[in-house]
């Protein structure tokens, strides 16, 4: 059974860039059958998808932050990253990572548990 | 940008009841629909892709039916642990651009 695990700073200074780590367990990163992605709920709403990555390297991004997100890969140690610059305090929110099946491109099968990341000085 | 909108917005069910939650689109997304579950404190749970299959390992009392723009999911007899919130996002065009609804809570 896959499982996903964020982790990172739960406090982040505004202007600062925000990241976390997802680990991957019970299954290969470097598997061409998934995406790998990041998806965001700010706090009593909705869920906002942020991006995700192929462990080849094609990266996705929500075109409303796609100026300050980078996720990145690293398949020796079955992580993958996110990096949000210039955070303010809406982008306190819950982050999830999540693996997206290829074959469905946008259907988000496992999730990790979110982690609170709150933005304030 | 797709929007999803959902309705209601809370669905008071007792249990035993059936319940149908609505999704529309803002322009279709043909069957690129997922259907999540989300209890409190929890991350959402996938239930249904391809706007009318079930996820592995999920009850057949959940089913999700629509085209298009309208798309509905249908719980029969609700169990307990079914009191949640519930959204739909579309997945359908490329390169992608996820949106999801705002929910809808099924409480007692």
């Known amino acids: 059974q896959v499982q996903l695990q964020e982790s990172g700073p739960g406090l982040v200074k505004p202007s600062q860039t925000l990241s976390l780590t997802c680990s991957v367990s019970?299954?290969?990163?470097?598997?061409?059958?998934?995406?790998w992605g990041w998806i965001r709920q700010h706090p009593g709403k909705g869920l906002e998808w942020i991006g995700y990555i192929h462990y080849s390297g094609s990266t996705y991004y929500n075109p409303s932050l796609k100026s300050r997100v980078t996720i990145s890969v690293d398949t020796s140690k079955n992580q993958f990253s996110l990096k949000l610059s210039s955070v303010t305090a809406a982008d306190t929110a819950v982050y999830y990572c999540?693996?997206?099946?290829?074959?469905?491109?946008?259907?988000?099968?496992?999730w990790g548990q979110g982690t609170l990341v709150t933005v304030s000085s | 940008e797709i929007v999803m909108t959902q309705s209601p917005a809370t669905l008071s069910v007792s249990p035993g009841e059936g319940a149908t939650l609505s999704c529309r689109a803002s322009q279709s997304v043909s069957s690129n629909l997922a259907w999540y579950q989300q209890k409190p404190g929890q991350a959402p749970r996938l239930l249904i892709y391809?706007?009318?299959t079930r996820a592995t390992g999920i009850a057949a009392r959940f089913s999700g039916s629509g085209y298009g723009t309208e798309f509905t999911l249908t719980i029969s007899s609700l169990q307990s642990e079914d009191f949640a919130v519930y959204y739909c996002q579309q997945y359908d065009k490329w390169p992608p651009l996820f949106t999801f609804g705002p929910g809808t809570k099924v409480d007692i």
């Open positions: 999540a693996r997206a099946i290829v074959m469905v491109r946008g259907v988000f099968d496992y």
């Open positions: 019970g299954g290969s990163i470097s598997s061409g059958t998934y995406y």
């Open positions: 391809g706007a009318s």
